[in-house]
């Protein structure tokens, strides 16, 4: 089976453009949620789906938003980008929302987002 | 508020010797605790969790963790240190207000040969 897979790998952005990061959950995996990991921090929680719905959102502002399809593969958009935008996107999936602290995440490979 | 700690930034330890990890949490009621490693340019691999029972705890790769409430601690330990665990460490606390995990800003080890 496959595990977490992120597209793109690697992106380049101009400060105020657009970006949309892709994930899709492993086999099975209804839930998903997106993590920032700037240079030499830990990740930091942005949102977790389950279902399609949004189960939760950390501190971060509007210019991010998610969503999640049937399929329950999700996206990360992020509007009017910031070069504090940077970091590496890690998307990670679990079978559901309750499972997840009592089992941990499995996290894709991320996609590193430069804004220049 | 939940937090995690992880009070050393980079350790360096030759090829062979062994290692630990600290990790310090806090957290209101009974934690669940994780150790994650990421290798350069890669996503996070769990090493090993804890939520319940023995508070030593056995993961992947020939590394454990304790859980010791009193000191709020949960150490990540390994006897024989290999050149390939050369990576970064995260300790992590799940249970979030809103179900995530709180990682600490990790532990980057180097391995000496």
């Known amino acids: 089976d496959a595990g977490v897979t992120q597209s793109p790998t690697h992106l380049i952005k101009t400060r105020g453009q657009h970006v949309t990061l892709r994930c899709s959950p492993i086999?099975?995996?209804?839930?998903v949620s997106w993590y920032q990991q700037v240079l030499g921090q830990g990740p930091q929680f942005i949102f977790q789906?389950?279902?399609?719905?949004?189960?939760g959102r950390g501190n971060f502002p509007d210019r991010f938003s998610a969503r999640q399809f049937p399929n329950y593969s999700s996206e990360l958009n992020v509007n009017a980008l910031l070069l504090g935008d940077s970091a590496l996107y890690l998307c990670?999936?679990?079978?559901?929302?309750?499972?997840?602290?009592?089992?941990?995440?499995?996290f894709g490979s991320g996609t590193r987002l430069t804004v220049v | 508020a939940q937090s995690v700690t992880q009070p050393d930034i980079h350790i360096t330890v030759s090829e062979g010797a062994s290692l630990e990890l600290r990790c310090n949490y806090s957290?209101?009621?009974?934690?669940?605790l994780f150790w994650y490693v990421q290798s350069p340019g890669q996503g996070l691999q769990l090493l090993l969790k804890?939520?319940?029972?023995?508070?030593l705890v056995q993961g992947i790769k020939g590394f454990e963790a304790e859980f010791k409430r009193s000191q709020s601690s949960f150490n990540l330990r390994k006897p024989s240190v290999h050149w390939s665990d050369a990576a970064e460490y995260f300790c992590?606390?799940?249970?979030?207000?809103?179900?995530?995990?709180?990682f600490g800003k990790g532990t980057k080890l180097s391995v000496k040969p």
């Open positions: 990670a999936s679990s079978p559901n929302p309750g499972q997840t602290v009592f089992y941990g995440y499995t």
């Open positions: 086999s099975g995996h209804k839930s």
């Open positions: 789906y389950y279902e399609k719905e949004e189960r």
């Open positions: 957290y209101g009621a009974t934690p669940y």
């Open positions: 804890y939520f319940s029972g023995d508070t």
């Open positions: 992590a606390v799940g249970g979030g207000s809103q179900g995530n995990l709180i």
